[in-house]
Protein backbone atom coordinates (compact mmCIF):
# COMPACT_ATOMS: atom_id res chain seq x y z
CA UNK A 1 0.00 0.00 0.00
CA UNK A 2 1.22 3.03 -0.61
CA UNK A 3 1.79 5.41 2.06
CA UNK A 4 0.48 9.00 0.97
CA UNK A 5 -3.10 9.78 -0.87
CA UNK A 6 -3.30 11.75 -3.87
CA UNK A 7 -6.07 13.42 -2.14
CA UNK A 8 -6.58 15.57 1.19
CA UNK A 9 -10.42 14.14 1.64
CA UNK A 10 -11.85 10.30 1.28
CA UNK A 11 -12.57 9.87 -2.44
CA UNK A 12 -14.25 7.76 -4.48
CA UNK A 13 -12.68 7.04 -8.01
CA UNK A 14 -13.20 6.97 -11.64
CA UNK A 15 -10.30 5.71 -14.02
CA UNK A 16 -10.61 5.51 -17.39
CA UNK A 17 -11.16 7.08 -21.18
CA UNK A 18 -14.00 10.51 -20.55
CA UNK A 19 -16.26 9.45 -23.11
CA UNK A 20 -19.85 8.78 -23.61
CA UNK A 21 -20.13 5.31 -23.24
CA UNK A 22 -17.72 5.04 -19.87
CA UNK A 23 -20.79 6.80 -18.25
CA UNK A 24 -18.82 9.83 -16.23
CA UNK A 25 -21.76 11.74 -16.94
CA UNK A 26 -24.11 10.27 -14.85
CA UNK A 27 -21.90 10.05 -11.89
CA UNK A 28 -20.87 13.38 -11.48
CA UNK A 29 -24.98 14.98 -10.77
CA UNK A 30 -24.76 12.53 -8.26
CA UNK A 31 -21.46 14.09 -6.49
CA UNK A 32 -22.45 17.50 -6.96
CA UNK A 33 -24.91 16.56 -4.71
CA UNK A 34 -22.96 14.52 -2.21
CA UNK A 35 -20.57 16.67 -0.41
CA UNK A 36 -19.73 14.67 2.06
CA UNK A 37 -17.07 12.34 -0.40
CA UNK A 38 -15.07 13.56 -3.70
CA UNK A 39 -14.69 12.28 -6.55
CA UNK A 40 -11.57 11.51 -8.63
CA UNK A 41 -11.33 11.32 -12.26
CA UNK A 42 -8.44 9.66 -13.71
CA UNK A 43 -7.64 9.61 -17.56
CA UNK A 44 -8.62 12.03 -20.26
CA UNK A 45 -10.45 11.99 -23.94
CA UNK A 46 -12.55 13.79 -26.17
CA UNK A 47 -15.73 14.47 -23.57
CA UNK A 48 -13.31 15.83 -21.04
CA UNK A 49 -14.17 19.55 -21.70
CA UNK A 50 -17.61 18.45 -21.37
CA UNK A 51 -17.22 16.31 -18.47
CA UNK A 52 -15.46 19.26 -16.50
CA UNK A 53 -18.14 22.12 -17.42
CA UNK A 54 -21.01 19.55 -16.11
CA UNK A 55 -18.79 19.35 -12.59
CA UNK A 56 -18.52 22.84 -13.11
CA UNK A 57 -17.39 24.80 -9.87
CA UNK A 58 -18.11 21.32 -7.59
CA UNK A 59 -15.63 21.26 -5.11
CA UNK A 60 -15.58 17.90 -4.61
CA UNK A 61 -15.15 17.15 -8.11
CA UNK A 62 -11.38 16.81 -8.97
CA UNK A 63 -9.53 16.17 -12.69
CA UNK A 64 -6.39 14.65 -12.09
CA UNK A 65 -5.67 14.37 -16.35
CA UNK A 66 -4.05 11.10 -17.23
CA UNK A 67 -1.99 9.31 -14.56
CA UNK A 68 1.00 7.22 -15.69
CA UNK A 69 0.62 3.02 -14.97
CA UNK A 70 3.40 3.24 -11.98
CA UNK A 71 1.77 6.26 -10.09
CA UNK A 72 -2.28 4.36 -10.47
CA UNK A 73 -1.57 1.93 -7.93
CA UNK A 74 -1.02 5.42 -5.26
CA UNK A 75 -4.96 6.59 -6.84
CA UNK A 76 -6.36 2.95 -6.02
CA UNK A 77 -4.99 2.44 -2.44
CA UNK A 78 -6.35 5.05 -1.06
CA UNK A 79 -9.63 4.81 -2.78
CA UNK A 80 -12.97 3.90 -0.93
CA UNK A 81 -13.88 2.38 -4.19
CA UNK A 82 -13.81 2.75 -7.78
CA UNK A 83 -16.88 3.47 -9.80
CA UNK A 84 -17.35 1.61 -13.19
CA UNK A 85 -20.31 3.24 -14.75
CA UNK A 86 -19.90 2.15 -18.04
CA UNK A 87 -23.17 2.90 -19.91
CA UNK A 88 -22.26 0.23 -23.19
CA UNK A 89 -21.24 -3.58 -23.07
CA UNK A 90 -17.75 -4.01 -22.68
CA UNK A 91 -15.94 -6.73 -23.56
CA UNK A 92 -14.97 -7.82 -20.18
CA UNK A 93 -13.81 -4.77 -17.71
CA UNK A 94 -10.43 -4.03 -17.33
CA UNK A 95 -10.88 -1.40 -14.73
CA UNK A 96 -12.94 -3.70 -12.12
CA UNK A 97 -9.88 -6.23 -12.51
CA UNK A 98 -7.08 -3.80 -12.31
CA UNK A 99 -8.94 -1.78 -8.97
CA UNK A 100 -9.49 -5.89 -7.44
CA UNK A 101 -6.17 -6.34 -8.14
CA UNK A 102 -5.02 -3.31 -5.89
CA UNK A 103 -7.29 -4.54 -3.12
CA UNK A 104 -10.33 -1.68 -4.24
CA UNK A 105 -13.85 -2.33 -3.87
CA UNK A 106 -15.71 -2.06 -7.10
CA UNK A 107 -19.32 -0.30 -7.70
CA UNK A 108 -20.26 -0.96 -11.61
CA UNK A 109 -23.49 -0.56 -13.19
CA UNK A 110 -25.44 -3.66 -14.16
CA UNK A 111 -24.52 -4.44 -17.30
CA UNK A 112 -22.69 -6.35 -19.39
CA UNK A 113 -19.66 -8.69 -18.08
CA UNK A 114 -19.23 -6.31 -14.84
CA UNK A 115 -22.40 -8.53 -12.42
CA UNK A 116 -20.43 -11.98 -13.71
CA UNK A 117 -16.86 -10.29 -13.02
CA UNK A 118 -18.07 -8.61 -9.88
CA UNK A 119 -20.32 -11.83 -8.45
CA UNK A 120 -17.50 -14.01 -9.02
CA UNK A 121 -15.06 -11.54 -7.12
CA UNK A 122 -17.33 -11.27 -4.64
CA UNK A 123 -15.27 -7.65 -4.48
CA UNK A 124 -18.09 -4.85 -5.32
CA UNK A 125 -21.61 -3.16 -5.04
CA UNK A 126 -24.00 -3.58 -8.47
CA UNK A 127 -25.98 -0.27 -9.70
CA UNK A 128 -28.94 0.18 -12.26
CA UNK A 129 -29.47 3.54 -11.45
CA UNK A 130 -29.34 6.84 -9.14
CA UNK A 131 -30.40 5.57 -5.74
CA UNK A 132 -28.27 2.13 -6.54
CA UNK A 133 -25.03 4.43 -7.15
CA UNK A 134 -25.92 6.41 -3.79
CA UNK A 135 -26.73 3.28 -1.38
CA UNK A 136 -23.49 1.65 -2.94
CA UNK A 137 -21.64 4.93 -1.82
CA UNK A 138 -22.88 5.37 1.20
CA UNK A 139 -22.69 1.81 2.05
CA UNK A 140 -18.56 1.75 1.51
CA UNK A 141 -18.45 5.04 2.84
CA UNK A 142 -20.16 4.15 6.25
CA UNK A 143 -19.24 0.75 6.40
CA UNK A 144 -15.45 0.15 6.70
CA UNK A 145 -15.55 -3.21 7.93
CA UNK A 146 -17.41 -4.11 5.54
CA UNK A 147 -15.59 -2.21 2.60
CA UNK A 148 -11.82 -4.38 3.79
CA UNK A 149 -14.32 -7.55 3.49
CA UNK A 150 -15.31 -6.96 -0.32
CA UNK A 151 -11.18 -5.91 -0.94
CA UNK A 152 -9.96 -8.56 0.65
CA UNK A 153 -12.46 -11.11 -1.78
CA UNK A 154 -11.80 -8.76 -4.73
CA UNK A 155 -8.34 -9.17 -4.25
CA UNK A 156 -7.95 -13.26 -3.28
CA UNK A 157 -10.17 -13.75 -6.51
CA UNK A 158 -7.65 -11.64 -8.84
CA UNK A 159 -5.14 -13.68 -7.69
CA UNK A 160 -7.46 -17.14 -8.86
CA UNK A 161 -8.86 -16.29 -11.43
CA UNK A 162 -7.01 -13.44 -13.23
CA UNK A 163 -3.78 -12.85 -12.44
CA UNK A 164 -0.99 -12.99 -14.92
CA UNK A 165 0.18 -17.08 -13.73
CA UNK A 166 -3.30 -18.26 -14.32
CA UNK A 167 -4.52 -16.82 -17.35
CA UNK A 168 -1.06 -17.87 -19.02
CA UNK A 169 -1.28 -21.47 -17.70
CA UNK A 170 -5.08 -21.86 -18.70
CA UNK A 171 -4.11 -20.53 -22.13
CA UNK A 172 -1.03 -23.11 -22.85
CA UNK A 173 -3.57 -26.10 -21.14
CA UNK A 174 -6.06 -24.49 -24.21
CA UNK A 175 -3.53 -24.88 -26.67
CA UNK A 176 -1.73 -28.35 -25.86
CA UNK A 177 -5.49 -29.53 -25.67
CA UNK A 178 -6.44 -28.25 -29.27
CA UNK A 179 -3.08 -29.60 -30.61
CA UNK A 180 -4.39 -33.09 -28.99
CA UNK A 181 -0.82 -32.86 -26.79
CA UNK A 182 -2.96 -31.78 -23.36
Not at 46 to 70: S, T, W
Not at 91 to 99: M, P, S, W, Y
Not at 142 to 150: E, G, I, M, N, P
Request: charge should be neutral; proline fraction near 7%; include cysteine.
Amino acid sequence: RSPESPHPRPYFLFVGRLTKLKGLDTVIPVFKRRPQADLLVVGDGEEGDALRALAGDAPNIRFAGRVPNEELRQYYDHAIAAIVPSQGFETFGIVIIEALRFGTPVIARNIGPFPEIIEQAGGGLLFSDDAGLEAALDRLQSDRSYRDRLAASGYRACRERWSEAVVIDRLLNMVASARGTG
